[in-house]
């Protein structure tokens, strides 16, 4: 999907110099926001049953499904809720803003309101995925628009020699330029919005970046990309609560958070893979007779909660198959371990054909979590099955 992402935007100049626009990217755009927003397009248009409705960012969070997920992960209030508003037009419209300029979605202005329209549905697939498809594209997208703008080697510098001077240096040059040639609102927005820049380019260059405004103490980390990254201290304490209270509430509101990101990523994971393979059993044994209707964890979420949302740890099976084979006598606590070996090898098969929605890398870490055994990311797929084979032989 890489080479796809980079083809389709050699399609366009994204020079900031031109655009006049520095927001191409802002403060509301992280990895697992814009994976949501564009989640929650797609369930929207899908709902609407029409790929070029228009549709603005209020539309995207009045939906119901934005609504429901938004305020349980991220914490957020009800969308009906005026006082929320502001808040909810920088959450939605700011990624939704990115995926204009990267010419994912097509923006238009009627009167005061801003409509998008979605240009290319494969890479807003892709990102809506999960958060590292999101992180890829938003480091080819950087790059890309850091290219155009003639401004990439002072990032570039940076990287090579990744020391306090050098940040110093491409902050400021990075400053000077964003203000020469966009209208953007002073010193403090073009900082802001540097972070969002810097940072997810040292990320996947395993660098350090930016905190605070300085030069990183460390490597920038994934979590660090993340919007909803909370965690009980960032709860703010009711003057009316004592200590002890606060802590239980505030540690029981990130774990209810966590809960309902588990619930949404299985979810949207459990769809995925419904919608990708058309009620068809990806195992065609005797049994895949009919529609397939269950989506079967290979290794069960119980004992490997580390892949539970993971695509490539989900297989398409008839209601037969998933109750008689998968689990024996439709016990739900047992797995047939001759039966997740076959259904290894049609995941296998699933990802080398569809491999612009699975990962081979991912498949490799499920398999690596699920057996205990390394595999190299360089393994073809037919060796990779004839491994599988022996382990499960020996076993």
């Known amino acids: 999907?890489?080479?796809?992402?980079?083809d389709y935007f050699n399609n366009f100049d994204f020079d900031i110099k031109v655009t006049k626009n520095a927001r191409f990217m802002d403060q509301k755009v992280t990895?697992?926001?814009?994976?949501?927003?564009?989640d929650c397009v797609l369930n929207f248009i899908e709902t609407k049953n029409d790929e070029n409705i228009k549709f603005s960012s209020t539309d995207i969070w009045k939906h119901e499904y934005s609504n429901t997920n938004i305020k349980e992960i991220f914490g957020k209030t009800d969308v009906s809720n005026k006082k929320a508003k502001n808040e909810y037009d920088k959450f939605?419209?700011?990624?939704?803003?990115?995926?204009?300029?990267a010419k994912i979605l097509k923006e238009e202005k009627q009167g005061n309101k801003i409509y998008f329209t979605v240009l290319n549905l494969d890479i807003l697939e892709y990102i809506a995925i999960k958060e590292r498809n999101t992180l890829n594209f938003l480091d080819i997208y950087l790059k890309k628009v850091l290219e155009d703008s003639h401004i990439w080697h002072l990032f570039e510098n940076f990287f090579i020699n990744n020391t306090k001077d050098n940040f110093t240096s491409l902050k400021s040059e990075y400053e000077k330029f964003i203000i020469l040639h966009t209208p953007i609102?002073?010193?403090?927005?073009?900082?802001?919005?540097?972070?969002?820049v810097l940072n997810p380019l040292a990320f996947k260059r395993q660098k350090r970046g930016t905190s605070g405004g300085f030069f990183s103490k460390d490597i920038i980390s994934n979590d660090v990309l993340m919007y909803n990254r909370k965690n009980w201290r960032d709860i703010t304490k009711n003057k009316s609560e004592t200590r002890e209270e606060y802590e239980i509430r505030a540690k029981l509101e990130v774990q209810q958070s966590k809960d309902a990101y588990v619930k949404y990523t299985i979810?949207?994971?459990?769809?995925?893979?419904?919608?990708l393979h058309s009620s068809i059993s990806e195992i065609q044994d005797d049994l895949a007779i009919g529609e397939a209707t269950q989506v079967h964890h290979i290794f069960m979420k119980s004992d490997y909660p580390q892949i539970e949302s993971y695509i490539e740890n989900l297989i398409l099976l008839t209601a037969t198959q998933h109750n008689t084979?998968?689990?024996?006598?439709?016990?739900?606590?047992?797995?047939?371990?001759?039966?997740?070996?076959?259904?290894?090898l049609a995941k296998s098969d699933s990802i080398e054909k569809y491999y612009n929605t699975y990962s081979k890398e991912d498949f490799l870490f499920v398999l690596k979590i699920g057996l205990n055994e390394e595999f190299s990311n360089n393994i073809e797929f037919g060796e990779l099955k004839e491994k599988l084979i022996t382990l499960y032989n020996v076993a």
Request: glycine share 2%.
């Open 267 to 275: 979810n949207k994971a459990t769809n995925i893979v419904r919608k």
């Open 1 to 6: 999907m890489t080479n796809i992402i980079k």
């Open 185 to 196: 609102n002073g010193e403090t927005e073009v900082r802001r919005i540097f972070t969002k």
């Open 31 to 38: 990895p697992d926001v814009m994976c949501m927003i564009a």
């Open 92 to 101: 939605f419209q700011q990624p939704l803003k990115a995926l204009a300029y």
């Open 325 to 344: 084979k998968a689990h024996p006598n439709n016990n739900t606590r047992v797995i047939n371990k001759d039966y997740q070996l076959l259904c290894l």
